[in-house]
């Protein structure tokens, strides 16, 4: 499901300060940040604003920071969400499963470059893209954030360490619907688990707050200290 939800407070344009730069990666632009002798990658796919989004470079910047050689692809092939574009009719040009094909050959090149372990975090839009890599071994850790079009069937299918971050105010997965989630979860012991719900904020609050919103910030960092403590626990063993 997607709704007017995945589109609030679009990002403004970028102002600069990037650690990384922009290279292509099994063909696709991708804004690349960290270290290139890690063995360590993280992928992270964005949400309906795509890859040039200034606060989800923060957050890529912020992951390499910790080690990892992170890599932000632009699956919307320069053509990401607009505050002009419908997104019902935007979706139907940029469905999450079509862009499941394009992320393997992303994992492929890493994997080709000496890359051993890769995790992934998918924001909004991206996190369909996530938990379809993490019902194989695309992938060696997922992380949702705010999902949107995960089902409940897409969790039970899920075969690596995963970590759902929700919103206490979301349509689009309401915490109820995180809740049974985590209950797929807890039902299968094998599968490494982290579900929280942060109070308070609303649906695409990590890349998409206010900064004058004070509450919205603080609870936006926390959640991306979670995900590197979730990278740093389950990438690097």
């Known amino acids: 499901m997607s709704g007017p939800e995945c589109c609030e407070n679009p990002p403004?344009?970028?102002?600069?300060?990037?650690?990384g730069d922009v290279q292509q990666i099994a063909s696709l632009n991708s804004y690349v940040s960290g270290n290139p002798d890690?063995?360590?990658?993280?992928?992270?796919?964005?949400d309906v604003y795509g890859y040039g989004a200034p606060k989800l470079r923060k957050v890529a910047d912020k992951v390499a920071s910790a080690g990892y050689y992170v890599v932000v692809p632009d699956f919307f092939y320069g053509d990401p969400m607009t505050p002009e574009t419908r997104i019902e009719d935007w979706l139907k040009s940029h469905a999450p499963d079509q862009a499941v094909d394009f992320a393997k050959p992303v994992i492929h090149a890493l994997k080709e470059k000496g890359i051993?372990?890769?995790?992934?975090?998918g924001f909004c839009w991206g996190a369909k893209v996530v938990v379809e890599l993490a019902k194989d071994t695309n992938i060696q850790v997922a992380a949702?954030?705010?999902p949107s079009f995960?089902?409940?069937?897409?969790?039970?299918?899920v075969k690596v360490p995963?970590?759902?971050?929700g919103a206490?105010?979301?349509v689009r997965s309401p915490p109820e619907v995180i809740k049974q989630f985590e209950q797929a979860l807890e039902a299968k012991p094998e599968v490494d688990q982290f579900v929280k719900i942060y109070?308070?904020?609303?649906?695409?609050?990590?890349?998409?707050?206010?900064?004058?919103?004070e509450a919205a910030v603080k609870c936006a960092e926390e959640a991306h200290q979670d995900l590197l403590e979730w990278f740093g626990k389950c990438l690097q063993i």
């Open 168 to 170: 206490e105010i979301d």
């Open 162 to 165: 995963i970590a759902i971050l």
């Open 116 to 121: 051993t372990k890769i995790g992934a975090a």
């Open 144 to 146: 949702l954030l705010h």
């Open 199 to 213: 109070p308070g904020v609303s649906h695409g609050w990590t890349v998409r707050y206010k900064d004058e919103d």
């Open 12 to 19: 403004a344009p970028a102002s600069g300060g990037e650690s």
């Open 150 to 157: 995960v089902t409940l069937d897409d969790i039970k299918g």
């Open 38 to 46: 890690s063995k360590f990658a993280v992928v992270l796919i964005s």
